[in-house]
């Protein structure tokens, strides 16, 4: 859950608020931030999500837009919700055991809404909870650190 930074310095995750062309406002981006220099960076886990959204986003009718990505990113939301949980005293393993614990809950309970979309055949339901529950397992290995 931390990188080096091109400076030197540690990279932290952080949730962030993106502003894209000055009329697009995305926040509960999750993002490495350094301490040292103030460099940010996406998480490698949602830069394809975060770039399609924003590529959706360029097309809205004019004016502007904010909204969390958090809605958008199942990875994003289990960081944000084990984020606002609270103060890690036990510091950056303690948060990563958190992390762990949240994600795998989300995997659970999306398996179970889809075993539910399956026994109600709603294909719809079944291809949303399955693209959600996508995005989680296909960003599992390793990702957490």
Known sequence: MRKSCGCGGIMTIHMHTLVYSAKIKISHVPVYTCGQCERYEPLPVIKRELGKLIGELRD??????????????????????TLASGIFPGGMPELEESVRKVFQGRIDLLLDLYRV?????DKDWMEETGLRLSQLTAQSAGSAK
């Open 117 to 121: 979309a399956t026994d109600a055949a």
């Open 60 to 81: 809205h009718p004019p004016g502007k837009v904010h909204l969390s990505f958090a809605e958008h990113n199942e990875w994003a939301s289990v960081l944000k919700d």
